[in-house]
């Protein structure tokens, strides 16, 4: 049995219908939903359907309504409307203008032909949820939120499909299937089941017929499942699977079987009927309820089972699905005992009961006791599919070969599938890695013996084991959503936002299968493809989310300004996010072609522009503009001058730094990592020394990184890969003999900042939360310009980013997650140099929202210093636990609410003590769960607290109102509750006198009143009243209470009169009754010999008897017992004489009979026949006699006797006799003859055999062919 999956509650209360509308008319259809700002969507074909010159969609609250003006024949089509997660489908069917829509007729007894709708799409592009439209136009539309057939493929191999029908006992129907054989490389293949594995190829006959008709000239294959005069056991649910090759299909479809007369009304009472009375014969007329046996017979559920389904349909009340595993009904149903079969039937929800009563009597239909098997196969067994079951016989002789057969055929050991073993008397099958083809009868056979067994596998539920994960892609990118589930070629359904995704003539969704893995595929995404995905199967489901954002180019590095000296290389750099952006460059607006000095490069994401050996010419604004985007990046070419002049050989030395001096802009920004590069001019004769030096340390090349060179007139300072340790202030020494020079430059080093701190989850709710956290301890160097956060689901390895540009803030609400998933939440610091690493993830923390509103907050009871309240559980809790209640109050006129209680209350009541008498308060309820408390419930107004005066009044049981009558010794406790403001006063008094406490206990309360005798005795009968009373106002009850006991014995019992077996006896009823009625008396006799008693009459209600029957010569004495409700009499009344019954001579002579006489002289009632066969195939001689005794019977060939020939066989079975001869020859043509002889006479019958050789037959042929 599959296992049911749980369905979910429909958006809609009003749900729209299909409809007939002629040519040129309008049509409306009206929805109503649940909640009314719900979001609506009307469709057709799938397609998305807006107000304009054809439609009219309105919505008024939770009414929606869709109009079709000026209809045409090309508006006929399937429409939808879609709110949350349920979708409705109805259709549009247009008749031509004379034709106008009739209603259908009664169905009769008279054959109806359900014929199915035509898709109106492709066959490919079909929606697999198609298959459940309605048949009639007042037929309920089919909701898409049932999960589908796990074996229907979207491949639309059906151009029309059976629809469910309804027929009337003993009336026809027939289901029509339409296959398209253009695209087919072989014939299709179809199939029709009932239920879930009943084929009916092998049930055709008298009641179900199964037809095939090829139309050449449209190559379409027509179907037909005609049932004939219906029966109630023929209701349920049917299945239609085509196959070709490749390729499948399936379609379900319901039959719902009607009594002739049934009233419209289904009454629950009348399906549980009864059968016969006492259950004696099942096959006799059964009798109605209404005829005063309602308590005979036994319960028969069949019409229950039949109107099942259909009375679940009717019922207003969401249906819950149950979760709970697959049961073995088989096993159930072999185990139970035949009057539980009906109760099972019932909870288990079993229509077809009477066809597995049959298959299940098979099963334990007890075998004669075999000679060849020891142990026989059980009736059935049971295997998962992909599991192996071993089949196991004990066979009586260890030496004797078995056969196993499945369906009748032979089994042959292939490969590693059959394996057969032979272990002393044990005979073993074991069938590997079954399937659903091994769903079959199996057989084992020794030599004419055989036992048989059924093996049904059980298909496990579809499991996904690799769920899908959420993703964010850029705009026009493509998206493949993948997960991976258990079984290979499962079918799995495509979810987004709760509709249904399908293969729609825009080809926008692609679905791809690889093993066990089902990819959705969004070629090019889009801002409409936002929302949550979800991918079902029979046996799990999975989310995603996905989110779709706009293409924005960051600039990780911009290029800057640089200052060169002639013949000295150039080089402009920047670096973007997207390695496929491309750009241009300009050198003062006009483009910069690449030549021989000039060379453009990209690699990556970086953009490089070298210009070689610089002129004077070069100089100038260069600018990058990426392609595509409305934006540059610019910078500066600044062009050194060196100039020569003729200075005396004493020059002193000069550090000719211009543009940078000792101010705060001779700062050098160098990024961490890259090159630090000093190019120093410097002048002096001789040539100076020159040295470098970091606060008071000299640089010098013993770090690998450090390069310091000297040429003429240049001194350069190389740091390779700078670091943070770097930056600082470096000064330059320059000396000669005729002076020195010094100039500091300050390097700066700028980095990625480091990454945040550990980000803290201040609130959630119910698809949002709100995180905060510290900036980093170091900001790299340069200002913070933002953050980028990311989440992630805890199971899930993917990281999705929440934005794209920098947020300013420490503190985000991140939006648009699962309610009731684990997530993790971290952080990257972002500045002018990039993107910092991540921070820690966050702790786990789960979206929940607060539960709604508690609801029906009232006041239960009020007194002078309390109040009682109580109040309903909220509608919605959502996915977090119910924590509990808090209750406040607040004086009229302020605005503190003061808490009722300490802490919170699982209760939803709640009694609020030591309040003030007169003050006006207004009271509220909160319920509170993780994510915090609701919204508030508060009293329509404030209460006064001031206790009410009520009226009292005594709630006297229905039970009291009668005579309570009790035995004597039992227990009285009566409880009798009663109202009152304030608690009023309650007094018991029987028979006008107060009750004393000895005689009774009385306890009282507020609310009640306990009347309590431990043991009751004769005396507690009579009248109790009882009287409540406030002030001057009061209320009375009373309540009679009769103690009775047994009765005593009758009096005065006599011997009125003997005659024949006959003795007449008299009494007088006993003087004490017992406190009640006297209902009959028990008379018994007595023989005086044994004095063992008898009775002769029960419950006699006359104070005189005849005992009739005695037994003569015997002498009886008699005695009386008095019987009222408690019992009979502790004693009898005796008679004082015995009654002695006189022996008479009559004796009795039996009747004589005559023998009848049944010899019958044999008589043949069936002839011989004369025959004609052809020589060396066997031939048989069949007559029938009968006679008394059985007669001898002789065989005879042309009148000699072949009694002992071995060419010929003599059978005789019941009076059928049969001669078989052994492959005939020419020769053993004649005339045969069988006699039959009993001691009552002789018959003799006979007739011809010509035996014809096979030569002329083949010589006929000849002859034949020579004519031709």
């Known amino acids: 049995m599959p296992e049911p999956v749980k369905k979910a509650i429909s958006a809609f209360t009003k749900k729209p219908k299909t409809q007939e509308a002629a040519e040129g008319s309008s049509v409306l259809f009206e929805a109503e939903t649940e909640k ?14 807006s107000s304009g010159d054809k439609f009219a969609i309105t919505a008024n609250g939770n009414k929606h309504s869709l109009a079709i003006t000026d209809i045409t024949k090309e508006d006929a089509s399937v429409y939808a409307v879609i709110a949350g997660g ?26 109806s032909k359900v014929e199915p709708e035509k898709s109106p799409a492709p066959p490919a592009a079909a929606p697999a949820g198609d298959e459940t439209a309605a048949p009639g136009q007042d037929a309920p539309p089919a909701e898409e939120e049932q999960p589908p057939d796990t074996r229907q493929d979207l491949t639309g191999l059906f151009t029309e499909k059976p629809q469910s029908g309804e027929v009337t006992v003993g009336g026809n129907i027939t289901f029509v299937a339409r296959v398209n054989a253009e695209s087919l490389l072989k014939k299709p293949t179809i199939k029709w089941f009932k239920g879930k594995w009943m084929d009916l190829a092998s049930k055709s006959g008298k009641h179900l017929q199964l037809k095939e008709v090829y139309d050449r000239s449209t190559k379409v294959y027509m179907f037909e499942m005609q049932i004939i005069a219906a029966k109630p056991n023929f209701a349920g649910a049917y299945r239609c699977e085509v196959s070709s090759r490749d390729k499948f299909d399936s379609c379900n479809f319901e039959l719902s079987v009607h009594e002739a007369n049934a009233a419209e009304g289904f009454d629950i009472r009348a399906a549980f009927r009864r059968t016969s009375e006492g259950g004696k014969k099942r096959g006799g007329p059964s009798t109605s309820s209404t005829d005063g046996k309602e308590d005979s017979g036994e319960l028969d559920f069949s019409t229950l089972l039949k109107k099942r389904d259909s009375f679940l349909k009717s019922s207003s009340r969401a249906v819950q699905v149950s979760t ?67 089949l196991a016989v004990e066979v009586a002789n260890p030496d004797v070969e078995v056969k196993w057969l499945k369906n009748g055929q032979d089994i042959h050991p292939t490969g590693s599938k059959y394996i057969f073993e032979s272990v002393g008397n044990m005979r073993y099958l074991t069938i590997n890695h079954c399937s659903l083809a091994d769903d079959a009868a199996y057989c084992c056979v020794v030599g004419e013996e055989k036992c048989t067994t059924e093996l049904f596998v059980k298909e496990p539920p579809v499991t996904i084991v690799k769920n899908l994960e959420d993703q964010m892609v850029m705009n026009g990118e493509r998206v493949e959503l993948e997960c991976e589930v258990s079984e290979e070629g499962a079918n799995v359904k495509w979810e987004k936002d709760g509709v249904e995704l399908t293969r729609d003539e825009s080809f926008k969704y692609r679905f791809k299968k690889d093993g066990c893995k089902h990819i959705l595929i969004i070629n090019e995404a889009t801002k409409e ?35 060169v000296k002639a013949k000295d290389q150039a080089v402009f750099k920047c670096e973007v996010s997207d390695e496929n952006v491309r750009g241009t460059w300009y050198k003062n607006g006009v483009q910069v072609k690449p030549d021989a000095r000039i ?105 690998s990184r450090v390069h310091v060179d000297t040429t003429k007139g240049h001194c350069v300072f190389t740091i390779e890969g700078a670091e943070r340790q770097d930056e600082g202030i ?16 300050n390097v700066k080093v700028v980095d990625v900042p480091d990454p945040p701190q550990v980000p803290r989850i201040l609130s959630v709710g119910e698809d949002s939360c709100v995180v905060q956290w510290d900036p980093p301890l170091f900001d790299g160097g340069q200002p913070i310009i933002g953050y980028v956060l990311e989440r992630k689901k805890v199971k899930s390895y993917r990281w999705m980013r929440l934005n794209f540009d920098p947020y300013l803030e420490t503190t985000y609400e991140a939006k648009r997650m699962i309610e009731g998933v684990q997530y993790e939440m971290r952080v990257y610091a972002v500045n002018s140099i990039g993107m910092s690493r991540h921070s820690p993830a966050s702790q786990p923390f789960v979206p929940v929202a607060p539960t709604s509103e508690p609801i029906g907050l009232c006041v239960d009871d009020i007194s002078d210093t309390s109040i009682s309240l109580k109040w309903r559980p909220p509608e919605r809790i959502g996915s977090a636990e119910l924590e509990g209640y808090g209750v406040e109050y607040c004086k009229e006129g302020t605005d503190e609410w003061i808490p009722a209680m300490q802490g919170l209350t699982d209760r939803t009541s709640l009694i609020v003590r030591g309040l003030t008498t007169g003050d006006k308060l207004q009271f509220r309820v909160r319920a509170f769960n993780m994510a915090g408390p609701s919204a508030p419930t508060a009293l329509a107004q404030p209460v006064t607290i001031r206790e009410i005066m009520q009226r009292p009044k005594i709630w006297l049981p229905r039970s009291l109102r009668q005579t309570l009558i009790r035995k004597v010794g039992d227990t009285v406790n009566l409880m009798i509750p009663f109202q009152g403001k304030p608690r009023p006063k309650v007094t018991w008094s029987k028979d006008g006198e107060p009750l004393k406490p000895t005689f009774a206990s009385v306890r009282n309360s507020d609310l009640d009143t306990i009347l309590f005798i431990r043991k009751t ?22 309540v009679n209470l009769q103690i009775v006991d047994l009765p005593g014995p009758p009096e005065a019992l006599k011997i009125m009169d003997v005659w024949g077996f006959n003795v007449a006896l008299e009494w007088k009823p006993p003087k004490d009754n017992g406190n009640c009625e006297i209902t009959g008396y028990s008379v018994q006799k007595a023989d005086k010999k044994t004095m063992e008693w008898f009775t002769v009459f029960e419950q006699y209600r006359r104070t005189n008897c005849i005992a009739s029957d005695l037994i003569m010569g015997n002498e009886y004495v008699f005695r009386v017992f008095a019987i009222n409700q408690v019992g009979l009499s502790d004693e009898a009344c005796n008679t004082k004489d015995s009654a002695y019954i006189q022996k008479t001579g009559i004796a009795y002579k039996p009747p004589s009979y005559k023998d009848h006489d049944f010899s019958e002289a044999p008589k043949f009632t069936h002839p011989l026949v004369n025959r004609s066969v052809i020589a060396g195939y066997n031939a048989t001689l069949s007559c029938s006699v009968r006679g008394i005794p059985k007669p001898k019977v002789t065989w005879y ?20 006799l049969t001669l078989e001869i052994r492959k005939p020859c020419t020769f053993d043509g004649g005339v045969y003859t069988c006699k039959a002889v009993n001691d009552s006479g002789e018959d003799t019958v006979e007739c011809k055999l010509e035996v014809r050789s096979q030569i002329a037959k083949e010589e006929k042929k000849n002859e034949k062919k020579n004519e031709k």
């Open 36 to 49: 009314p700002d719900a979001k609506v969507k009307w469709q057709c074909n799938s397609k998305e359907i």
């Open 86 to 111: 349920s979708k409705v489908k109805f259709e549009l069917k247009v008749v031509p203008k004379s034709e106008a829509p009739a209603e259908a007729p009664t169905e009769g007894p008279s054959e």
């Open 324 to 390: 709970e595993p697959d049961l073995d009904v088989w096993g159930i149903l072999c185990q139970a005992p035949a009057s539980e079969y009906e109760k099972i039937a019932f909870q288990h929800g079993i229509t077809d009961l009477r066809g597995m009563l049959k298959r299940l009597k098979k099963m334990k239909k007890e075998q004669k006791k075999s000679e060849a098997f020891l142990k026989k196969l059980d009736p059935a067994y049971q295997v998962a599919k992909g599991h192996k079951i071993k």
């Open 529 to 563: 493809d936002c929302g949550h995905y979800k991918v079902k199967t029979n046996g799990g489901e999975s989310m995603a989310e996905l989110l779709v954002q706009e293409k924005e180019l960051e600039v990780y590095q911009s290029i800057a300004d640089l200052t």
């Open 599 to 703: 060379n453009i490069t990209h690699i990556g994401r970086n953009h490089k522009l070298t210009i070689d050996e610089v002129k004077p010419e070069d100089e100038g604004d260069y600018t990058f503009v990426p392609d595509g985007y409305a934006f540059n990046l610019s910078a500066k070419l600044n062009f050194l001058e060196v100039k020569i002049d003729y200075v005396p050989r004493q020059d002193p030395p000069k550090i000719h730094l211009d543009c940078m001096g000792r101010t705060s802009d001779s700062t050098i920004v160098v990024v961490a990592g890259n090159k630090l590069r000093l190019d120093v001019p410097i002048t002096g004769d001789p040539a100076p020394t020159v040295v470098w030096t970091k606060g008071e340390k000299v640089v010098t090349d013993g770090d």
């Open 730 to 745: 470096y000064s330059v020494v320059v000396r000669n003999p005729a002076g020195e020079d010094t100039a500091d430059i």
């Open 1017 to 1038: 005795d004769r005396m507690h009968s009579g009248k109790y009243d009882l009287q409540v009373q406030i002030e001057n106002v009061e209320d009375t009850a009373c």
């Open 1197 to 1216: 060939k042309n009148k000699m006797d072949i009694t002992n020939e071995a060419k010929y066989r003599m059978l005789s079975k019941q009076g059928i």
